[in-house]
């Protein structure tokens, strides 16, 4: 059994899973072939275009979702109607916490983001059945707590240059989970100036005077206002005091 867990290209998979990018560091990246055609009987696929909302804060969880591409960003909604974006998720993440019954966050599409989805209460059983799946969810989450602290350092203690550079070198080091590139990383930035401005915790007007500056010294370009190209990850870096 071990063995076959550990197959991930095990030619009993079934043909959508054998071509999922987060198979191999996702969830579905500990269950053996069969639980594979398992999962596979129940999920769903769906592609939505930015801006769809996902999940709400407080609705009912009926379902989880593994992140195939794109950006979600949680956001939760103050009383008087500010918004505070509180993380980021990126392929192969899990859009869900199991074993809640409600969503304490809002999930939304940053970017055209595809999903494949489950029904909460299956894989709810698969988790149990299941201790090498339980452990990776528990390590993705693990890490997504290691990532807001680190993060909670960038908003905390870091100058403005050095949160709008923290911004750029995290979205170039997740937005492509295949990618094994250390130069010319290129993307599209999947949050507008105000939406960055607001994860930062800085002004519209200073995110783009920062950015401004990096592209004048030639540690980003920018093209159309929302195209970047980072030449050189490691200088990035370094201006984010990474």
Known sequence: MTEKRRDIHNSEMPALCQACEARHHGMCGSLTPDELTQLNKIASRKEVSAGTALVADSEAVTHYSNILSGVVKLTKILSDGRQQIVGLQFAPDFLGRPFKTSSETNAESAT????????????????????????????????????????????????????????????????????????????????????????????????????????????????????VTVPDLERLAHRASI
């Open 112 to 227: 055209t983001v595809r999903l494949c989805s489950f029904p909460r209460s299956a894989v709810d059983r698969m988790i149990e059945d299941s201790p090498s799946l339980e452990h990776r969810l528990l390590q993705q989450t693990l890490n997504e707590l290691d990532e807001a602290r680190g993060w909670m350092v960038t908003l905390g203690r870091k100058t403005a240059a050095e949160k709008v550079a923290s911004f750029l070198y995290l979205i170039a080091t997740h937005i492509n989970p295949e990618s094994d590139a250390v130069d010319g990383v290129s993307f599209e930035l999947p949050l507008t100036r105000a939406d960055i401005a607001d994860f930062l915790g800085l002004t519209i007007e200073t995110v783009s005077r920062q950015m401004t500056k990096l592209r004048k010294d030639g540690v980003v370009e920018i093209e159309n206002n929302r195209h």
